[in-house]
């Protein structure tokens, strides 16, 4: 028993230092859109989740790759680093078909549900994993699925406090429906087959 735990930490180690070259990669691309966007005088935003308008309907797949200002961006990148390493330890592939029905899923709930206002960041993306990786570790409790659940409740929980409505300029509703995604996509229910 000791001897699987102590090869499912291994395994969980290589994965993220296999991966973290990725994980940056991915945030410099928000860094580097997040530049682009700051020059054009926040312009990009327009392509937010606006909920119930037409136009809002590009924010669904938008939303994510937005941010406010940069330090919006700079503290969602610091529990976003840590869950795309953990995300992306089940495989590139995985991770990208996981991250897709989460934006498509928590991104379409904002625009039905939230209220009128801009939504934009990567927080509901990051919300998701967290809730991916939790019930991933109660329906599959293997070593690693249990390693990765910990690692993210440990490192991250405080976002878990992002769920509730304490603030009106952060997109709350973005939180709970991306952890409701995420929860959703581990349950198996998602709109890309993966």
């Excluded at 860094?31 to 935003?45: G, P, T």
């Excluded at 991104?107 to 919300?127: C, D, E, P, Q, Y």
Aim: glycine share 10%; with cysteine.
């Amino acid at each position: 028993m000791f001897n699987n735990f102590t090869a499912a930490i291994e395994q969980v180690i290589a994965g993220m230092q296999q991966h973290a070259l990725l994980a940056l990669q991915i945030i410099a691309v928000l860094w580097a859109i997040q530049l682009v966007n700051h020059l054009l005088h926040y312009r990009l935003n327009v392509l937010g989740i606006y909920p119930r308008h037409i136009g809002g309907l590009f924010g669904i797949v938008f939303s994510p790759l937005l941010h406010g200002n940069a330090s919006h961006l700079f503290f969602n990148s610091i529990p976003l680093f840590l869950l795309l390493c953990l995300m992306l330890s089940s495989g590139v592939e995985a991770f990208a078909m996981i991250t897709i029905n989460i934006a498509l899923i928590g991104g379409a709930a904002t625009w039905l549900f939230g209220r009128k206002a801009l939504h934009v960041g990567s927080s509901g993306v990051i919300m998701g994993y967290m809730g991916y990786l939790l019930l991933q570790a109660y329906f599959q409790p293997s070593a690693v699925a249990l390693i990765l659940g910990a690692l993210a409740l440990y490192y991250c929980s405080s976002i878990l406090l992002h769920l509730l409505p304490t603030d009106a300029a952060s997109s709350w509703e973005g939180h709970i429906f991306g952890f409701a995604a995420g929860l959703m996509v581990a349950y198996g229910w998602v709109i890309v087959p993966l």
